[in-house]
């Protein structure tokens, strides 16, 4: 079993920054790829970034060069940073551990947070 605790949304002006984190408990933190997909009202789940257990990275195309991924195996935690920000980026932000298949699909996911909430204001 694994409990996944995020934190750090907020509002937030167009073009400000925002740093999500994401607490992890019950497993090996550091063996395990980590996830973030975000959900915006009436829309499915949609990826956002990968972290792998040796840190390699992988970023949806809509957030790729603004947002960064990170993790700190001592502190169990994975983050989120997120700069200039959008109206568009606005939605709950979920973390979630990696079980098996496309690494942008959020079925290949199996542990899920209970999210928290970005507002981007124009």
């Known amino acids: 079993q694994v409990q996944l605790v995020e934190s750090g949304g907020g509002l937030v002006q167009a073009g400000g920054s925002l740093r999500l984190s994401c607490a992890a408990s019950?497993?090996?933190?550091?063996?395990?790829?980590m996830g973030w997909f975000r959900q915006a009202p009436g829309k499915e789940r949609e990826f956002v970034a990968v972290?792998?257990?040796?840190?390699?990275?992988y970023y949806g195309e809509s957030v790729k060069g603004r947002f960064s991924i990170s993790r700190d195996n001592a502190k169990n935690t994975v983050y989120l940073q997120m700069n200039s920000l959008r109206p568009e980026d606005t939605a709950v932000y979920y973390c979630?551990?990696?079980?098996?298949?496309?690494?942008?699909?959020?079925?290949?996911?199996?542990?899920w947070g209970q999210g928290t909430q970005v507002t981007v204001s124009s």
């Open positions: 019950g497993r090996t933190f550091g063996d395990y790829v």
């Open positions: 979630a551990t990696y079980r098996g298949g496309a690494l942008n699909w959020a079925r290949s996911f199996d542990y």
């Open positions: 972290i792998g257990s040796s840190s390699s990275t």
